[in-house]
Each structure stands twice: as C-alpha cells, then as structure tokens.
C-alpha cells in the first residue's frame, strides 16, 4: 500500500532560517513527487515537481530533492519569511492514476 | 492565465438536495481529477478521469457522481447530500499523472 507521511505536523521558526520539510514515502516506484504549498482556506498551489529520473529541482529559494532507494523527498526553503507561512505538502504518483498525499507541514515564520 | 476554476467557492445545503459542483480548466489538460479534504484524513481521492467519456472511481466514490462530456469540464455531482460530505472539495488537471498537477481554489461544502 502506497503511504506518504510528512514530519513534522508543525513547524515554528524565525524569520531568516533556513529549513527543511520532509516527506517520505513507501513505494520507491514512484512517477514523481510534487510540493504543493497551501494557504488556510485555499487551494494548493505547485511548488515544483520532480520526476523520478530527477534527484532536485530549484525554484527560487526552494529547493526540493528526491531519493527514492530511502524513500525521502526533502523541501529546502532559504532564508525564511513570514509569508511563507502556509501547510506544505507533498504528493506521490504511481502508476495508479492519482496522487498519495502527506498529511502536511504546517509552517510558521515568526517575524 | 492558466487556472482551475471551481464554483461555487461555498455552498450550504440540505440533506437530499441534489447540487453540483462545476470545474473547469482551461489548459488542454487530458487528466482531471476530484479530491476531498478533511481533518485528520488529508486529501481523498474521488474519482478521476483520463479523457472526455473516460472516468473511474478514486478511493471514496461513494455518493458522488462525474461526467466528462468535454475536455475542459469535469462537473461532481451530490445526488443526495449527507452531512458526512461535508468538507473541502479541489478539482486538479494535468497533462497526464506524471505531470504538473493544477488545483482549483477549492468548494467548501456544508450539509446540514
């Protein structure tokens, strides 16, 4: 059974850190892995996508990286703001015609 | 602009009244997909669909109902609500399951 757990629930950190969200998942054989950044009462919103030949994907100040013999994707975001504040989450895809969600990463950037 | 739009954004309704929830995307994407969100059980897939007349259960089908009479709209339908379907419904598109996934801004749904 394809499962995908993301640690920690939640994350309290001050403005300017860097930080690392994680998300693990239990079937190596995925089709890629997608971070998604959601803000309280609205939809998700893609961060980036890697495919499963991919090892990292850079947007700006994130950075996303995938492992797939350990089963571990990470989200790196520099230099943390307060309107990165938002539940982060990530999505697995197999050859099941849909994604496998984590149950998220609530993130607070203190000011 | 790109976008997944969803109406309407909040809807209160009564037990057995027939709604639907209208999706549509305006990228060409072949793959569209419904999910639900509530707490504690993260998003659920409802059912999906690979093409125009192409679709097929997710994980809680149960009391929803899909069509896909054409590319750009994938409408849910309640045919008769119950209080334990209320939550927070996404409609997402993509080129296909590999790709970029789209989510619309999400359809808050209460039944009383």
């Known amino acids: 059974k394809q499962e995908v757990t993301q640690i920690p629930a939640a994350l309290s950190v001050p403005e300017g850190e860097n930080l690392v969200l994680n998300c693990s998942f239990t079937?190596?054989?995925?089709?890629?892995l997608q971070w998604f950044r959601q803000d309280p009462g609205k939809g998700l919103t893609s961060l980036l996508l890697?495919?499963?030949?991919?090892r990292e994907q850079t947007s700006g100040r994130l950075n996303a990286s995938l492992d797939k013999s350990s089963g571990r994707s990470t989200l790196y975001i520099a230099a943390s703001q307060p309107g990165d504040s938002a539940t982060y989450l990530c999505?697995?895809?197999?050859?099941?015609?849909?994604?496998?969600f984590g149950s998220g990463t609530k993130l607070n950037v203190k000011p | 602009e790109a976008q997944v739009t969803q109406n309407p954004r909040y809807l209160i309704t009564v037990t057995g009244k027939k709604l639907t929830v209208t999706c549509s995307q305006n990228m060409n994407h072949e793959y569209m997909s419904w999910y639900r969100q509530d707490p504690g059980l993260g998003l659920r897939q409802i059912y999906y669909?690979?093409?125009?007349?192409?679709?097929d259960k997710g994980d809680v089908p149960e009391g929803y109902k899909v069509s896909r009479k054409e590319k750009r709209n994938f409408p849910l339908i309640l045919e008769s609500p119950s209080p334990n379907q209320t939550s927070l419904y996404f409609c997402?598109?993509?080129?296909?399951?590999?790709?970029?996934?789209?989510f619309g801004q999400g359809t808050r749904l209460t039944v009383v």
């Open positions: 999505a697995a895809t197999y050859n099941f015609n849909k994604f496998y």
């Open positions: 890697i495919q499963s030949s991919q």
């Open positions: 079937d190596s054989a995925i089709y890629n």
């Open positions: 669909s690979m093409n125009v007349e192409v679709t």
């Open positions: 997402a598109s993509s080129f296909g399951v590999r790709a970029e996934a789209f």
